[in-house]
């Protein structure tokens, strides 16, 4: 079984802060971790992966996220918030199985940045 | 592309009536994926098919949910007799086979209310 662990419902950052949103996830064998975005109704739209390499892995929209293999995480970073990143997150993962193409997805985080 | 296409945008239904949800993956995509929305629960896989053919349908609540896909460009979700709790948002998402892509690529969602 896989599975995602977001633990925080909510994040407020001022405009121009650093962003963290925590991921952590569990998988057998190794994982292809993803974050999507989505914005108010609208579908979820894709910022970044990690397959294999660099852990850390560079996005869309200036975001990035650090792959820790010993730590079972993936947290999603943007080192300058603007109001506009103010969305819903999720992470997401897959394990690396032969035709299987199931994402589990967190419950989510709504990040809020003011100005 | 056009992306993945979904209809209709949003569906007022009463309780009891068949609900038809509708979903036009990209072409070349052999994966197709349904999932539902509630702030409750989250995201929720509720069947994906590879080739057309549906590969995993343990996601579907009852037997009042269905879903097929008679070609590589079409499918649909059914629920039949609909109830109150059915209401939420329900995507759809398709994804290639091969090594360079694991993520998906989400529609804009049906918003399905049942009264």
């Known amino acids: 079984a896989q599975s995602v662990a977001q633990p925080e419902d909510q994040v407020n950052v001022a405009e121009g802060n650093p962003l963290t949103v925590k991921c952590t996830y569990s998988?057998?064998?190794?994982?292809?971790l993803f974050w999507y975005v989505q914005y108010p109704n609208r579908g979820l739209q894709f910022l970044l992966k990690y397959i294999t390499g660099d852990n850390l892995v560079k996005g869309s929209y200036g975001f990035e996220a650090e792959f820790n293999k010993s730590q079972t995480s993936f947290h999603l970073k943007k080192p300058s918030a603007l109001v506009s990143d103010s969305a819903l997150y999720f992470c997401a993962v897959r394990a690396f199985l032969h035709n299987d193409y199931k994402l589990s997805f967190g419950a989510g985080t709504t990040v809020t940045v003011r100005a | 592309d056009a992306g993945v296409i979904q209809s209709p945008r949003h569906e007022v239904t009463e309780m009891g009536q068949e609900v038809t949800l509708r979903c036009k993956p990209i072409?070349?995509?052999?994966?197709l994926f349904w999932y539902r929305q509630t702030m409750m629960r989250g995201l929720e896989l509720l069947i994906y098919f590879n080739n057309n053919v549906p590969i995993d349908d343990s996601g579907m609540p009852e037997d009042r949910f269905s879903a097929k896909m008679p070609n590589a460009s079409f499918s649909t979700l059914k629920i039949q007799p609909s109830e109150p709790r059915d209401s939420a948002v329900y995507f759809c998402?398709?994804?290639?086979?091969?090594?360079?892509?694991?993520?998906?690529?989400f529609g804009s969602g049906t918003r399905l209310t049942v009264v």
């Open positions: 072409s070349g995509h052999d994966y």
């Open positions: 998988v057998s064998g190794n994982p292809y």
């Open positions: 998402a398709s994804s290639p086979r091969g090594t360079h892509n694991y993520g998906y690529t």
